[in-house]
Structure formats: structure tokens, C-alpha cells
């Protein structure tokens, strides 16, 4: 009788059997292709908090039902980083588990009305372009259109654009020849000459800020204090909280070989942890959205995120709050950017 659990046989058996494989490669995407994501996932109070205090998200508004509520909230509720990070989490099986660079991600949108725990979360994506990639002849680009929606009453409640590279099934073939790169420049870098920080974290504070700076050789700009080191917290356990079955965020065997040689943290947590870091420094009222978002390295178990934020525009909307843009750029302890992306929020007023 044949022993199954000898090391020997085993080792044969495993050489001999396929492997039943997850995901999908480039060749299985074609433009215009709607691919319905499944399971959804019901947004609960312990994911968002779990994800809100590892991320060091601390807007008392999502934490409190008095600070809620003076916020023209019901109760508490769910913060849109969490949110985005699990409309993206479900995708991956479908879309990205084959793993391939996370090219970036933009117009980030959430709807005009608060989005509250309990609400269980479908989604889908639309392939939106397909091509070759004409360095990497193992990889093509395919970008999706994904909209997580309420079940219930088929509200969009997160939608974005998101680029990636996907493996080929078959490589491509190619003349040999390598895809054209522009010189790199030794021009000095073109910064400013000083660097303003707003007084406080208020939106006139940003505007004096910006009007300080104006027709000056000047740009309004600065750090965040705190830094966040990554740890099976945040490197393992978010991502798959999310439904995130990447291996790059928790098969320590297959990435041991990988460019990163470790796990790596999933992007939404590097991108939250930085924005956690600015809105500790701001009064932000609400989320309006995100664009032109890139992710530049690896971040990886015992890299520290910390944040550095420029300050693009403020315009007044004649409210309880105005509108602030932001550039945001996450980088690690040898000062290297992680992580970039413009973000738009209403920043609330002083009280008059």
C-alpha cells in the first residue's frame, strides 16, 4: 500500500499533479468585458475600526456618535479608505492575483451621501483598455473601471480607474530590440526657495498659507511627525480583511524569490497611513476624491511609512467648509517616495 505522507512519495505525487490556479492572465481580458465580483463583502464596524486605528485614522467623527452627528452624520460612518480598499480587496482574485506592478490608480469618487456600517458591498469592473507592454515582453497593461455599489439599492458608493501589469500566459514575441527611454537630465532639481506651513489646520489657514506664498519664490509644504512601521497587522491581516488574496501580502515562500524578497504591504495600507499622518495635521469635513495615484517601491515588514504634503489650491464654496487640494507623497525611512496621489477634501471653517 502506498504511503501518501512519505516525504518521498509525496515530493513524486506533487511534481506529477497540476495545480489547480487562481486568477487571470492577460490574454483572458478583452476590452469592454464587465466581470461581476464575487463574494461582496458587508462593511462592518470592527473592519472599518480595525482599519481606521492600524492606518492611524483618528477623525473622532468616525469613531463617536457626538462628533457624528455635528458632522451631519447619522452615526459613525464608514471611512472612505476603508471603503476603498475593500471595493479594490474583492477584485483581486479576478483581476490582479497573477500578480504584476500596480501601476496607479485615479479618479477615485464616493458619492454625495455618507455610506454607514451594515451595508454590504458588491462590485464590478469594466475592462477599459488592454496592450502590449513593449518592455516586458511576459506582461501586457490592462486598466478597469471598478464601482463598488450597495447591494440593496444599487448605489455607487466607491468607483475608480486602476492600471496594472498582468502577466501573459504565452510571453510575447519580440525583435530583441529594447523599448526607447528618454536620457535622463542633470539639471538640479527646480524647487523653491522657501517653504511655508500653514498656522493651523483649518481652510483659512491653508488660504493665508497660499496667499503668503503667491509671487514668491515659495511653495506651501511640509512633513508629517509621525511614522507608522509595518507589521503582520498591517502587511497581512488588512489586506485580507479586504478579501485581498494577493500572495505578495502573505505567502512569505512565494516571495522569497520576488524582486521584494518579503511580503509586501498592500498599497491602500501605505496610501491610508500616509493620509492618516495629513489629516492629523488638518480639520478635514469631508472626502471628495482622488487622482494621479502611484506607488514607487516596495514597503515590506519593518519599513516605516511616514508623509510629506504639498498644498496645490483652496477655493472658497461658501459653506461650513472649503475645498483644499492636496499632493501627498508617503515615503520610508531612507526617505524614499512610496506612494503619491492628489487628493481633494472640503476642510472645515472656523466657527465665525
Known amino acids: 500500500m502506498t504511503d501518501w505522507t512519505d516525504p518521498d512519495t509525496f515530493t513524486q505525487a506533487l511534481e506529477q499533479v497540476e495545480t489547480k490556479e487562481k486568477g487571470n492572465c492577460f490574454e483572458d481580458f478583452e476590452e469592454g468585458q464587465v466581470i461581476e465580483h464575487d463574494p461582496g463583502l458587508t462593511l462592518t464596524s470592527h473592519g472599518n475600526e480595525a482599519w481606521m486605528s492600524q492606518t492611524l485614522n483618528h477623525d473622532p467623527a468616525y469613531w463617536r456618535q457626538d462628533a457624528a452627528e455635528a458632522r451631519d452624520f447619522d452615526e459613525p460612518p464608514v471611512h472612505p479608505d476603508y471603503l476603498t480598499a475593500a471595493t479594490l480587496g474583492i477584485t483581486v482574485e479576478d483581476l490582479s492575483e497573477k500578480g504584476g506592478y500596480f501601476l496607479g490608480r485615479t479618479d477615485v469618487r464616493f458619492p454625495g451621501t455618507p455610506v454607514y456600517t451594515g451595508t454590504e458591498l458588491t462590485v464590478e469592473s469594466e475592462v477599459v483598455t488592454k496592450k502590449s ?10 486598466s478597469w473601471r471598478t464601482r463598488g455599489k450597495d447591494a440593496e439599492t444599487d448605489e455607487v458608493l466607491c468607483s475608480y480607474e486602476r492600471t496594472n501589469m ?3 500566459r504565452q510571453p510575447l514575441e519580440t525583435d530583441g530590440g529594447t523599448a526607447e527611454s528618454a536620457e535622463a537630465e542633470d539639471d538640479e532639481p527646480d524647487l523653491p526657495g ?4 500653514p498656522e493651523g489646520g483649518y481652510f483659512e489657514d491653508f488660504v493665508d498659507a497660499l ?11 511640509y512633513r508629517h511627525e509621525r511614522g507608522r512601521s509595518q507589521d503582520a497587522v498591517t502587511v497581512a491581516y488588512l489586506p485580507l480583511a479586504t478579501l485581498n488574496t494577493a500572495k505578495q501580502h502573505h505567502n512569505v515562500d512565494v516571495m522569497e524569490d520576488s524582486p521584494s524578497g518579503d511580503i509586501v504591504t498592500y498599497g491602500d495600507v501605505t496610501r491610508s497611513t500616509a493620509l492618516g499622518h495629513a489629516r ?9 476624491g482622488f487622482d494621479d495615484e502611484s506607488f514607487h517601491t516596495f514597503v515590506t515588514h519593518g519599513d516605516t511609512v511616514y508623509a510629506f504634503t504639498r498644498v496645490l489650491s483652496a477655493e472658497d464654496d461658501g459653506d461650513v467648509a472649503g475645498t483644499v487640494r492636496f499632493e501627498h507623497i508617503a515615503f520610508n525611512q531612507d526617505d524614499e517616495p512610496v506612494y503619491s496621489g492628489t487628493r481633494t477634501a472640503k476642510i472645515r471653517k472656523r466657527e465665525n
Open 166 to 168: 498582468i502577466p501573459r
Open 280 to 288: 492629523s495635521d488638518e480639520r478635514t469635513y469631508r472626502e471628495v
Open 194 to 197: 522657501e517653504f511655508l506651513t
Open 133 to 142: 507592454s513593449s518592455s516586458r515582453p511576459n506582461y501586457g497593461i490592462v
Open 211 to 221: 496667499e503668503q506664498a503667491e509671487g514668491r519664490d515659495a511653495a506651501v509644504a
